[in-house]
């Protein structure tokens, strides 16, 4: 019964994406997407006769969550295929030349026929999905072809409903991994508390990521130069929620500061929007150069891509999400070294989170003058500043280290 009323709602879902595709730009995109896989098939890029492994993200954060172990696997077992998918466009659009992989595709909707066809197709030999995406056709599928599957860099939560008296149909779907490896023992236990017997803590696979991001990173003269040697301000994935508290902050900081925002989406009218509230000179990141960038104390950048790479130049981080749909990464910031900053209604999820809040590295606020508070505390104590610094940037080397974790209980299921 259960199932029947699942599929009507995926059926239901795809028809009303179709309507909404027709003034939606990025809805669009994925009803464009989902035509994709018989594209591919028709043109014989699926046929494949050797193993093949099958990598689930459901958009861009879950792939670089995932991406160590994806390159991990790579090198260990060159001879495999490996398929990956994406459910988002944001994922997708960015990644579609991700060249470890040998095929990158959205995911097909979980309607019982797509499921039968994308695997007859791919034949994978594996399938592991991302922290997250439980689609009932696909797990239940897998699960009866007796394919190894696993969930890994996996987080729960008490409130979830598979731990509900009434979430038997979404506990199925955990019972189709063999494997579920989480990030804390908080998970593992829930796990156990429904009887799941296949949990193991492996840990978080972004931390191996961030500190490679963060070896790796290179350098952007154009920020060392907006920089100039004063301290400085990197707001990451900022939400109109963020902005609602950094304006008013900004507005009344007199100290030596300068501040580049990234917004999570980016959006000319909404930026200009901002500008005009601020009582700071701003430029966007496509109009600056050397020679204008100087004479202002803002930028706004108005490209994807760069975020990772400007967090090296950072004093201090406000990462943006926490009061809205969910805090962003705040581990690239941290593995920099820095104190963080982020709203304080939705962070509790991210262990990380409440690891650093512990740790008095992050600062949780509520709004403008709780900001201002705690920033300016960190802000005129370099010796408080250094310590915040060396945590964050300590907390990232030490919980490193998941990606070996996660490649050897894949050895032993191909073993």
């Given amino acids: 019964m259960f199932t029947f009323f699942y599929n009507l709602f995926v059926y239901a879902s795809l028809a009303l994406a179709r309507v909404v ?137 008490p409130n979830q409903l598979f731990f509900k008296p009434y979430g038997g149909f979404y506990r199925n779907m955990l019972f189709c991994f063999d494997q579920i490896l989480v990030q804390n023992e908080a998970s593992r236990q829930l796990l156990a508390s429904i009887n799941y017997p296949n949990a193991i803590w492996t840990g978080d696979t972004r931390l191996d990521r961030v500190a490679q991001i963060a070896h790796q990173a290179r350098e952007v003269p154009l920020v060392a130069e907006f920089k100039n040697q004063t301290p400085l301000l990197i707001v990451g994935s900022a939400w109109p929620d963020d902005m609602a508290v950094l304006i008013p902050f900004l507005n009344q900081w007199a100290a030596p500061l300068k501040i580049i925002v990234a917004p999570h989406e980016i959006n000319g009218a909404q930026i200009e929007s901002w500008q005009k509230q601020l009582k700071r000179s701003s430029i966007k990141w496509s109009e600056a150069n050397k020679h204008n960038v100087t004479d202002y104390e803002m930028v706004f950048v108005d490209s994807i891509g760069l975020l990772s790479r400007l967090y090296r130049y950072a004093d201090f981080a406000f990462v943006g999400g926490a009061y809205g749909d969910g805090l962003h990464n705040i581990l690239e910031p941290a593995a920099f070294g820095m104190p963080l900053f982020f709203g304080n209604l939705y962070y509790d999820k991210f262990q990380e989170a409440v690891d650093l809040c512990q740790q008095k590295a992050a600062h949780a606020v509520a709004n403008a003058p709780e900001l201002q508070m705690a920033f300016a505390k960190v802000y005129q104590n370099k010796n408080l500043q250094r310590a915040q610094a060396q945590t964050t940037r300590a907390y990232v080397q030490t919980h490193a280290g998941a990606t070996l974790c996660v490649l050897q209980v894949i050895q032993q299921i191909l073993r």
């Fill in 21 to 157: 595709a027709l003034f939606h730009a990025k809805t669009k995109r994925w009803v464009a997407g989902q035509q994709q896989f018989k594209i591919l098939q028709r043109a014989g890029v699926l046929q494949h006769n050797g193993p093949t492994v099958w990598f689930h993200a459901a958009s861009l954060g879950e792939f670089e969550q995932g991406r160590p172990v994806i390159e991990a696997f790579r090198a260990a077992y060159p001879d495999y295929r490996i398929v990956l998918t994406f459910f988002s466009p944001s994922g997708y659009e960015l990644q579609h030349q991700y060249q470890t992989a040998d095929v990158v595709l959205y995911l097909p909707a979980d309607t019982p026929a797509n499921v039968q066809q994308f695997l007859d197709a791919v034949r994978p030999t594996m399938a592991l999905f991302i922290k997250y995406e439980f689609w009932h056709n696909y797990l239940t599928a897998l699960h009866k072809r007796h394919i190894p599957t696993l969930l890994f860099s996996a987080i729960f939560r």
